[in-house]
């Protein structure tokens, strides 16, 4: 592996984790809290920080353990961790 794929595989590994942290911040925040510049922006992105960090642990976690990537059982996993995270976060702001 090249210095070039090295980046490549790392960034397409985490990936996921950050799409499904993108994908679920707004329903932890509320949608009022989107914008991505000011005082309220900081939620935004304290949220999608810690949501994409637990996230790709779970990913490297699962590469460690299974020995490969890609698989099905990680991916469950990924879901069910970080939607468990932001479940319990957006029940600490008090919504429903």
Do not use: E, K, N
């Not at 990936?15 to 707004?26: E, Q, S």
């Not at 900081?42 to 299974?66: E, I, K, M």
């Amino acid at each position: 592996m090249d210095a070039f794929t090295l980046p490549l595989h790392l960034v397409y590994l985490l990936l996921p984790a950050w799409g499904v942290a993108l994908l679920l911040t707004p329903w932890v925040v509320g949608w009022r809290g989107l914008a991505l510049w000011g005082i309220r922006a900081a939620a935004f992105w304290r949220t999608l920080l810690g949501l994409g960090v637990v996230g790709s642990l779970v990913l490297l976690g699962g590469l460690l353990w299974g020995g490969r990537d890609g698989r099905m059982l990680t991916y469950a996993l990924l879901v069910a961790t970080v939607g468990a995270l932001a479940g319990w976060w957006r029940a600490r702001r008090g919504r429903p």
